[in-house]
């Protein structure tokens, strides 16, 4: 593999590994941080991803719970849920697995959790603190943007950030993020003019628009970093990430394949998140 193809593994491995060793420090002091998950209904991608959650707990000694609702579940039953688990001594974080079923809703849910336990940073508080620098639980996709953007030497003050999509989960928060990083922020979405213009001016470009193989190698700046948070499943069977990788590798920096990087960092910073929750609950 070409060196500026960025490596998943490595990379969550050495994150990981450290958060065993805190994970362990803090078994020595009779705290042990606790995940519980929730998942509603039977989607399939959703239940890959809230498994690999629960292992990902497993392998750094996170104690974790997983809560299987039917998908006729009322909204009034799983609030219940959420606030069992807000007051519940051994859980520091709670993570409802989005996307909801279609009768209940997701702001509704997301405020019910508890702003010290939300790890997923997706409350209301949570997400004003990261607009206004102050300390919270960070979203962890962006979260491990960031982290991924860093670990490959990339500096990212004064630099020009594109993000093309401006999702709630992804876009927005990311590129608060990268703003809090001193980058120059542009958000490209689906109204955007000139789109392949701007994404040319980017050093750092963050590609989260749903669209597989969007991004081609006339976005990209010769060198520029380039992350692609796209999983999009094709008609093979085949995952296609929103970069045609292909296309743009030959020409850009350091580049995200998908899958393996954006994705495993995304749960890398749930596991992040549950130890800064639990730390920050004991004291
Ligand atoms: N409550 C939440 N719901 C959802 C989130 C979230 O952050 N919190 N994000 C996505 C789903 N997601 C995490 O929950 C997630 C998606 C994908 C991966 C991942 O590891 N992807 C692999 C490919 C996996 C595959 O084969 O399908 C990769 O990119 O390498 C992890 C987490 C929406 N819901
Ligand atoms: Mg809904």
Redesign the pocket.
């Known amino acids: 593999m070409a060196d500026h193809i960025i490596n998943?593994k490595e990379l969550v491995s050495d994150v990981r590994g450290r958060l065993k060793e805190e994970v362990e420090r803090l078994a020595a002091e009779g705290l042990q941080p606790g995940l519980a998950v929730i998942l509603v209904g039977e989607d399939p991608?959703?239940a890959?991803?809230v498994r690999?959650?629960a292992k990902a707990c497993e392998q750094v000694g996170i104690y974790s719970e997983v809560h299987r609702l039917p998908a006729e579940t009322t909204q009034t039953e799983l609030l219940e849920l959420v606030h069992k688990l807000n007051a519940a001594a051994n859980i520091h974080g709670i993570?409802?697995?989005?996307?909801l079923p279609k009768h209940i809703s997701e702001d509704a849910v997301i405020d019910a959790i508890a702003v010290e336990k939300d790890v997923?940073g997706?409350h209301p508080i949570n997400v004003g603190n990261l607009s206004i620098g102050k300390p919270s639980l960070l979203?962890?996709?962006p979260a491990g943007i960031i982290e991924i953007i860093k670990r490959t030497g990339t500096s990212i003050s004064g630099k020009r950030a594109v993000v093309i999509g401006r999702s709630n989960?992804v876009g927005k928060p990311v590129a608060m993020l990268l703003l809090r990083e001193s980058a120059t922020v542009t958000i490209c979405h689906s109204r955007t003019e000139n789109m392949k213009e701007l994404c040319r001016e980017a050093d750092i470009l963050v590609v989260a628009i749903g669209k597989p193989k969007f991004v081609t190698k006339e976005f990209v700046k010769p060198g520029a970093i380039v992350i692609d948070v796209g999983?999009n499943r094709l008609e093979d069977g085949k995952?296609a990430g929103d970069v045609d990788f292909d296309d743009v590798v030959g020409i850009s920096g350091p580049i995200t394949p998908?899958?393996?990087?954006?994705?495993?960092m995304?749960?890398t910073m749930l596991l992040q998140n549950t130890v800064q929750a639990a730390k920050a609950l004991r004291s």
């Open positions: 998943g991608a959703s890959v991803y690999n959650k993570l409802v697995q989005l996307p997923d997706f979203p962890c996709t989960i999983i995952l998908v899958p393996g990087v954006v994705g495993p995304t749960i």
